[in-house]
């Protein structure tokens, strides 16, 4: 896959839907294989879902191809940095954050003034990482 960054992107309050379809587009451009844009939209709808139902919304959405990787940026309101909370398998929800931290191991967070970005890379490469 070339690096290239795809404009532009979809409209802050975005939906999982939209957001997905417009990542859909942007691999499809770069010819990546059906495993990488599986976890990709796994990674968006996490994330997206995340900042609809937590975090007031989505202010910012992204998807970069760079070299060796896929970079997901999802902007919100919130402060509230995202955690792993302990596997509780009787309780719905809470998984999210796991599965995006196994799918994109290099995730960060960015905080500033008006919320935060969650920066997201998965590796182009066909193996997926091991769990945390």
């Known amino acids: 896959m070339r690096p290239r960054s ?15 379809d417009y990542a859909r587009r942007v691999l499809a451009e770069q010819y990546a294989p059906p495993s990488l844009v599986a976890d990709v939209l796994t990674v968006v709808s996490e994330l997206v879902s995340n900042a609809v139902r937590h975090a007031g919304g989505v202010t910012g959405f992204r998807v970069t191809v760079r070299a060796g990787q896929v970079v997901v940026e999802v902007s919100d ?3 509230l940095l995202p955690h792993l ?10 998984f999210g954050w796991r599965v995006v931290k196994t799918l994109a191991p290099s995730t960060f967070v960015r905080s500033h003034r008006t919320g ?7 590796p182009t490469h066909t193996g997926r990482p091991p769990a945390p």
């Open 6 to 20: 795809v404009a532009p992107n979809p409209p802050p309050g975005t939906s999982c839907a939209r957001a997905r």
């Open 116 to 122: 935060k970005t969650v920066v997201a890379a998965l």
């Open 77 to 79: 309101r919130s402060a």
């Open 85 to 94: 909370g302990p596997p509780c398998p009787h309780t719905p929800g809470g």
